[in-house]
């Protein structure tokens, strides 16, 4: 069997194609594009400047932007995608094809479909920074892309976990997606940082440079930042981490111990969830 014939690789053309083909893809892209456009843009307005951010400063400002689009975009996508009716489910599985070859070949055409809409919206967007503002920064924007690559694989996952328990509405695997990504993304911050207010010094950093590891959007976030701009650009939790690992290397083999976790935590969960389901 060649690469090309293989499982994984067919089920993950059918995907691209698909993803490729939706409008959800589409509009993710442009949005994308555009929002990176205006932060370049307006970054020198806001403070009294004018012309456009150089590419540092761009990624710097959509580093948040980019952990409240992507995971949202990531798991809408994904449950659209991997979410079916009973009918179109017992089809695809009563192919002569392990239920994890046709996951894994799923989520690789779905991840793939993402990772363009964002080349494409990332790109646009850098080309008119060259354009105005020079290539200045230019490692940085590359960053921000890694981090919006790992961000698109962690929620694509717990996207394929929600959605292989067999046939499922829609409606509901949304409505629990849109849970998880405000429970991770908006509330766990809020609450950490209450909480942390309410103890000592010692506990409260304890307590802030663990949500750091345990929450793979802090995670990524603040490993983005860290590759941006080192240990200038850092918040409480992270000068926190810092301080418990003594520097920026061990803060990144740290928040990239987080990251691999929860890429392949929710994977394996996914796949031991879908071989047991009565599809």
Known sequence: MTLRSSPVVLCARQELLLAARSRWTQIFAAVFGALALAVAASGYVLSGGGGFEDYARTATSLASLV??????????????????????????????????????????????????????????????????????GLSAYGILFAGALAATAIFLGIAAFLASGGPVRRSRALAIALIVWFGTVVLFDVV????????????????????VLVNPADAVRT?????????????????????????????????????????????????????????
């Open 223 to 279: 490993a983005t930042l860290l590759g941006i701009h080192g240990t200038t650009a850092f918040g409480a939790a992270s000068l926190a981490l810092l301080r418990f690992t003594r520097g920026p290397v061990g803060a990144a083999l740290l928040l990239a111990a987080s990251t691999l976790f929860w890429i392949l935590a929710p994977l394996a969960l996914a796949v031991r969830r879908i071989e047991r389901a009565d599809l």
């Open 192 to 211: 950490v940082l209450a909480v942390a207010t309410l103890l000592r010094s010692g506990p409260a950093s304890r307590l802030l440079m663990t949500a």
């Open 67 to 136: 952990i409240l689009l992507v995971p949202v975009t990531a798991l809408v996508i994904g449950i659209l995608a991997l979410s079916s009716d009973r009918g179109a489910t017992e089809i695809l599985f009563s192919q002569p094809v392990s239920r994890r070859a046709i996951l894994f070949g799923r989520l690789l055409g779905l991840f793939v479909a993402l990772a363009a809409a964002q080349a494409i919206g990332l790109g646009g967007a850098g080309v008119v920074i060259f354009w105005r503002a020079g290539s200045s």
